[in-house]
């Protein structure tokens, strides 16, 4: 077992035994300043607290029934009843041999895995993916590779918007004006300008939205023509979102759009009808506040100059139509019936916070016990703003297609490959471009805590310096030629005996060891901005060890290997972290 795993055991169990009753799986240990430790656990004055006991007593009662003195100096109970571990350095020097064996990197698969769905990317039908949708998808990407990594067992579901009343205008635009060409061309340019000129059409025009209407009324009651028509469309729209997948190197286990859950939408609504959860209102559906929340935390209110009224979440239309929650409560029923999972992650923008906080309430009102049960969590995330500090659009201000974006990058890093390392063919400096691009890219959107709107800079994504993916990717491509100066490089590192004398080779074995707590951390509070500063963390430990610490000019044999094998794995850590947020390396820059 891993060092930290091994004194978060322990220190559980002395929990345990001082208060029988409590809830240990929070009781962990996290990195902390060097200045105090190694690691620390605050989790004894939560349970103080909430027991009304004094927090320095339990820390003192719990600290005499652990013993961790095979891999900790003497535990420190500090403040108000912090515990502080120092790890001993042979145990540091075990755990990195045991690393450079292959037996670890760091991190465990957990003893509890869990089943959890993370719906995300979640595109639209006929509507180009846009710069937005790297957010969704990078985010998630992250989120699900890292628990994946930790041995959860995961479900990625794409929920794309594959129905609604977007189709009524698509499809009379597709029988009166469609062209041709232009749709063998670029489908989902061809798709967008339908929608646009029918929708403005519409807006001016009672007797086309007419149309458009009974356009959408024939689909959903199954006409034949619309809804192959419609089913085209979704094949159309579905070639452009695998080839953006295939380059972001982006899977699913399923992609059930929205239409999957047409069947089961009308048996929701007279389900929460019967239930008195859901009342008729103005000819529509909705479900309201049940009051049992204050006004402030009640997402069925809203405050207009003072005064709380309601903000119901519609399940049925006045024409009979269903909405966006209806298909939402569908699908968690769906998942739980055929996956059992623990919990429901969503990725999707913090726009969209009240619908999901409107959602998980109704759920918990229409299905109490199975809701119980089940965690749903929206993990929400900020915009993507321009330097004029407004949402990023292009100059002539439409929306950046996603697909172009990812060209743009992979063009100005081909620039920079190319005045840094001209040497190389051409073809191999395409490559180096294409990753080093994609990674800017996606790197440059992990970074940022999720909640915040970010602004979008191609000259900082890309520069080799700072916290980026380039300068990752440089820092791996430097200790991969390390490597490559070796005479015979699988020689060293079989076998090595560390030694960690010099501070820099201390610090950056420990930070190395923390690989695992971050991977953890990541994946409890889904935030993969962790693992970016731990890299970015890495890299630069990396440096001042490589600085301070000859490597291949090391003064003895013994020395060298050691070093050698320091190298070795943060190449592996810095791999196996770019990897598991999307990104992939490359072994020359
Ligand atoms: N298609 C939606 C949109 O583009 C996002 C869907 C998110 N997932 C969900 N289950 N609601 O806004």
């Known amino acids: 077992m891993l060092p930290h795993k091994q004194i978060e055991s322990k220190l559980q169990t002395a929990v345990r035994e001082i208060l029988p009753d409590a809830d240990t799986s929070v009781v962990l240990v996290r990195p902390c300043d060097p200045k105090f430790g190694d690691y620390q656990s605050n989790a004894l004055m939560s349970l103080a607290k909430t027991r009304k006991l004094n927090p320095r007593q339990l820390a003192t009662d719990v600290v005499a029934k652990l013993d961790v003195s095979e891999v900790c100096e003497k535990v420190e109970i500090a403040g108000a009843g912090f515990l502080n571990f120092r790890l001993k350095n042979s145990e540091l020097k075990k755990t990195l041999e045991s690393a450079v064996r292959g037996e670890h990197l760091f991190f465990e698969k957990l003893s509890q895995p869990k089943t959890i769905i993370i719906d995300f990317s979640s595109p639209n039908v006929a509507k180009p993916m846009h710069v937005g949708h790297i957010r969704s998808t990078g ?62 059409e519409c807006d001016a025009n009672p007797a086309r939205l007419e149309q458009a209407k009974q356009e959408l009324v024939k689909l959903q009651s199954g006409d034949h023509d619309n809804l192959a028509l419609w089913g085209e469309m979704v094949r159309l729209s579905n070639i452009q979102f695998r080839e953006i997948y295939n380059r972001l190197g982006v899977k699913f286990d399923c992609t059930l759009g929205e239409s999957f859950y047409n069947p089961w939408l009308g048996e929701v609504v007279s389900d929460l009808l019967t239930k008195k959860i859901a009342r008729e209102s103005e000819g529509a559906v909705g479900v309201f506040s049940d009051g049992s929340l204050p006004p402030k935390e009640d997402p069925f209110l809203v405050n207009r100059d ?62 109490t016990d199975a809701a119980k049960k089940v965690k749903l969590v929206h993990v929400g995330f900020g915009k993507i703003m321009g330097d004029d500090g407004k949402p990023f ?35 191999q400096r395409k490559e180096i471009a294409r990753v080093v691009g994609l990674g800017a890219v996606k790197y440059a959107d992990l970074l940022p805590n999720r909640q915040s709107d970010y602004i979008f800079s191609w000259d900082k994504m890309l520069a080799l310096q700072g916290n980026t993916a380039p300068y990752l990717l440089y820092a791996y491509a430097r200790i991969k030629s390390i490597f490559r100066k ?81 190298c070795d794995l943060t190449a592996r850590v810095l791999q196996q972290g770019l990897a598991t947020l999307g990104i992939e ?5």
């Not at 005064?307 to 769906?334: C, H, M, Q």
């Not at 172009?404 to 001209?422: H, N």
């Not at 390396?585 to 820059?589: D, R």
């Open 139 to 200: 985010i998630g990407d992250a989120l699900q590779r890292t628990l994946r990594l930790l041995g959860h067992h995961v479900i990625t579901d794409n929920h794309i918007g594959d129905w609604g009343t977007q189709f009524g205008k698509l499809l009379l635009g597709w029988k009166t004006i469609l062209n041709r060409a232009e749709l063998e061309r670029d489908a989902i340019a061809e798709l967008e300008r339908l929608y646009k000129i029918i929708n403005a």
């Open 306 to 367: 003072g005064e709380w009224i309601a903000d119901p979440a519609l399940v049925r239309k006045s024409d009979g139509g269903f909405n966006y929650t209806t298909t939402d409560l569908a699908t968690i029923d769906y998942r739980l019936k055929t996956w059992s999972p623990d919990e429901i992650v969503y990725v999707v923008d913090d726009r969209q916070s009240p619908h999901f906080k409107k959602l998980f309430l109704i759920f918990a009102r229409w299905q």
């Open 393 to 427: 659009k292009t100059r002539s201000g439409d929306t950046v297609k996603l697909g172009e974006l990812l060209d743009e990058a992979e063009e100005r890093a081909y620039k920079i490959v190319s005045e840094k390392s001209s040497e190389l063919p051409e073809a």
């Open 486 to 566: 070796l005479e015979n490089p699988e020689s060293r590192i079989q076998n090595p005996d560390l030694n960690l004398a010099a501070p820099e080779e201390l610090t950056l074995a420990k930070h190395l060891l923390n690989f695992g707590i971050t991977l953890e951390a990541v994946a409890e509070e889904f935030r993969p901005n962790y693992l970016c500063n731990y890299l970015f963390e890495l890299a630069g430990k990396f440096t001042s060890f490589y600085e301070n610490c000859p490597v291949l000019k090391a003064e003895d044999e013994a020395t060298r290997n050691s070093r050698l094998a320091l």
């Open 585 to 589: 390396t490359a072994e020359k820059m």
